[in-house]
C-alpha cells in the first residue's frame, strides 16, 4: 500500500502543471522504465527565462536529491547551477557549469554540515582548491571529478569492442556510425546501453556487444564513487552492419 501511494503521488506530481517528462533511477544510478525498480526519480521542466530545463531530482519518499539546469539534456551538457542534497535534505554540494564546463565555484559539504570543498573553475580549470576533514581542517586537495575509464586504457577498450563487432575508420564513406550512451555505475558496470544509427541493426548490434564488455574503473565525485554518463561514437564495417561478413 506504501508503495501504491508513492507511486499516486509520483503520478499526480508529473502530470500537474507545466509540461514535463519524468525519468526513473534504479538504486545503481541509471534510467529504468518504471518506478517499481526505482529508486528515485527525476522530473524534467523547460525554464521560462532561457533556453534551459532544470532537472528535479527527488527520492521515492518526495524528498529533494538534486537540482541542476542543462542546455541540453540529452547531450549532458549543465549550463548554470547544480546542487546535490544528502538524503535526509542537507546541502552535498553545489557547482557552477557554463555550457557543459565547470565554470565558477564548487562547495561542498560533510554529513555533519561542515566545509568540505571550496574550489573554483574558470574554463573548466581549477584557479584554486581547498579541502578539509570532518573536523574543520585542511587536508591534501583532490579533484571534484575523477571520471570513470576502461580497465586497461581507451585502446585495449576498443579492441575488446573489436572482438564482438569489425570496426573501421572514420574516414571510410561507407562507414556506419553509430553513437552510444550508457551509463557507468558507482561498481564501474556498464548499464542502460542506447545505441542510435541509420542502420537499426548495427545499433542492435552495439547494444549488444556492450552488454558482454568488462566493467570499468568506477569513477569518483566529491571523492565519493559516482555515477557517470558516458558517450561514445563508433564506426563499424557495413558489411558487418549488413550481416555479411
Not at 24 to 44: I, L, Q
Not at 175 to 199: C, L, M, P, Q, Y
Request: hydrophobic share 35%; net charge negative.
Amino acid at each position: 500500500m506504501k508503495n501504491l501511494i508513492i507511486a499516486l503521488l509520483i503520478i499526480g506530481s508529473t502530470l500537474s502543471g507545466k509540461a514535463q517528462d519524468t525519468i526513473f533511477f534504479a538504486p545503481e544510478g541509471f534510467p529504468v522504465f518504471t518506478w517499481m525498480d526505482a529508486e528515485t526519480y527525476s522530473v524534467f521542466t523547460k525554464v521560462d527565462t532561457a533556453d534551459l530545463t532544470l532537472e528535479t531530482a527527488y527520492y521515492l519518499d518526495r524528498s529533494l536529491k538534486r537540482q541542476c539546469t542543462y542546455a541540453d539534456y540529452g547531450k549532458n551538457i549543465k549550463h548554470g547551477k547544480c546542487i546535490e542534497y544528502y538524503e535526509g535534505g542537507k546541502t552535498w554540494y553545489q557547482s557552477e557549469y557554463k555550457e557543459g564546463i565547470k565554470n565558477g565555484n564548487i562547495i561542498s559539504f560533510h554529513p555533519n554540515g561542515k566545509m568540505k570543498r571550496q574550489d573554483f573553475y574558470r574554463n573548466d580549470t581549477l584557479i584554486s582548491g581547498w579541502n578539509y576533514n570532518e573536523d574543520g581542517k585542511r587536508v591534501k586537495p583532490y579533484p571534484f571529478e575523477v571520471p570513470p575509464g576502461p580497465q586497461k586504457g581507451q585502446d585495449a577498450f576498443l579492441a575488446e569492442i573489436g572482438k564482438l563487432l569489425k570496426l573501421t575508420e572514420e574516414e571510410n564513406e561507407d562507414v556506419v556510425t553509430v553513437d552510444v550512451e550508457f551509463w557507468i555505475t558507482r561498481d564501474g558496470d556498464i548499464r542502460a546501453t542506447e545505441a542510435k544509427s541509420e542502420n537499426a541493426e548495427a545499433a542492435k548490434m552495439v547494444e549488444k556487444a556492450f552488454s558482454n564488455l568488462y566493467s570499468w574503473k568506477s569513477g569518483l565525485r566529491d571523492g565519493e564513487p559516482a555515477v557517470f554518463r558516458e558517450f561514445m561514437t563508433i564506426y563499424l564495417d557495413p558489411e558487418v552492419a549488413s550481416g555479411r561478413k
